[in-house]
């Protein structure tokens, strides 16, 4: 089963910016739209953005997000030590008729 | 309240047979596509199998495809996933989940806003 490929860590200081690429194919993020979630440790996720760039109620402004071609990219600025979890993009893909998450994101606020 | 909640998780043998239950309550069940997505101990999500409002359309991950089925029962406002042959590999938290959010955006298969605490499946000898 083919994965959307995510750099297994990402890290930064309190305050400072990071971004999150998600990569794919024509099949998956090419045609239809990325969601993006954070997953705290022991619990189950918890949607930051749908349709590539959308924050649901309640997210913060600090978290954004943009989609481009087969790839998309989640920036989250302001960066807080709560903010340290695993961050995973979702798509569904055509040709497997199935969703796919990315591999997922490690974020380390130092 | 919109909650999900899973039960029918433990261990059992490989080659054995479990089935998963995902009750819901606060919301109109039979209205909204359902799905299952588990996640191994330290790995990534891993999306399993979709079904449909009306129950008569149903999505599976090749890994699964074949062993495991997916229903529901709108009467009960109940989610099941009936898993056989089971295999090592299949040891995870499974969540059920599903879209709710409200905005002409949210589609379906791409949108997960709705979660359930999880429950363990072991497979293990």
């Known amino acids: 089963q083919s994965v959307l490929t995510q750099p297994p860590s990402v890290s930064a200081a309190p305050g400072q910016k990071v971004t999150i690429s998600c990569s794919g194919s024509s099949s998956n993020i090419g045609s239809n739209s990325v969601s993006w979630y954070q997953q705290l440790p022991g619990t189950a996720p918890k949607l930051l953005i749908y349709?590539?760039?959308k924050r649901p109620s309640g997210i913060p402004g600090r978290f954004s997000a943009s989609q481009s071609g087969t790839s998309a990219t989640l920036g989250i600025t302001g960066l807080q030590t709560g903010d340290e979890a695993d961050y995973y993009c979702g798509t569904w893909d055509n040709s497997l008729s199935a969703a796919l998450f990315g591999g997922g994101t490690k974020l380390t606020v130092l | 309240e919109v909650q999900l909640v899973e039960s029918g998780g433990g261990l059992v043998q490989p080659g054995g047979s479990l089935r998963l239950s995902c009750s819901a309550t606060g919301f109109t069940f039979s209205s909204f596509a359902m799905h299952w997505v588990r996640q191994a101990p330290g790995k990534r999500l891993e999306y399993v199998s979709g079904i449909k409002s009306s129950g008569g359309v149903t999505y599976y991950a090749d890994s699964v495809k074949g062993r495991f089925t997916i229903s529901r029962d709108n009467s009960k406002n109940t989610l099941y996933l009936q898993m056989s042959s089971l295999r090592a590999e299949d040891t995870a938290v499974y969540y059920c989940?599903?879209?709710?959010?409200?905005?002409?955006?949210?589609?379906?298969?791409?949108?997960?806003?709705?979660w359930g605490q999880g429950t363990m499946v072991t497979v293990s000898a």
């Open positions: 349709d590539n760039d």
């Open positions: 989940t599903f879209s709710y959010c409200s905005s002409a955006s949210c589609n379906w298969k791409t949108v997960f806003d709705i």
